[in-house]
């Protein structure tokens, strides 16, 4: 079974990223041939800001911690490139590492037939939404991390990975199964 791996984005304000680069699309699921600057992001919370393990800026760019990745890699995860980012929060000058994360592999494993979606116009395999995900295991590859080529922005994870991250210490990280999720809130 595979599972989606989530942030826990309600638990933070925006992350905007302030490097000027080159337009990569870090949800194609393909590495970059091109090297890539180091990455500056920044938010601003005055208030008792907890910094997660996982971050999702409006960049779509996942930024994931040190100890995050080592988790991944400790469930045997390895097709992911990563990237040194740093992020700051402007109201307090605090300035963590995280690791911006290019997921390689992207996978068409939707059930079309039991998910609940509105299809995207003029594209044969992306959705516009879903409102009841449904997985398809028999087209998962085997693979224990991908994107989901129908929603791009979401990355499943296989029941070892979903069973090791979730029994780590990560903060702001979701494990969820695919029809429990109700769609994006933000």
Known sequence: MHYLLRSARETYPSIVLRTAIEQLDWVSGVRFVRPMPPLEFEFESP???VWPDYLRPNSAIPLFSATMCDVLQSAGVSNIDYYPARVTNTATGETRAYNAANIIGMVA???RG???YEPARRHPVMVRSIDRLVIDEGRCQGLRLFRLAE???LVLV????A???GSAPLTGVRIENPVDWDGFAD
């Open 158 to 161: 296989d029941e070892q990975v």
């Open 163 to 165: 069973r090791i991250v």
């Open 151 to 153: 929603y791009d922005l």
């Open 114 to 116: 039991l998910s609940v």
């Open 109 to 111: 494993a939707m059930d």
């Open 47 to 49: 208030h008792g800001f």
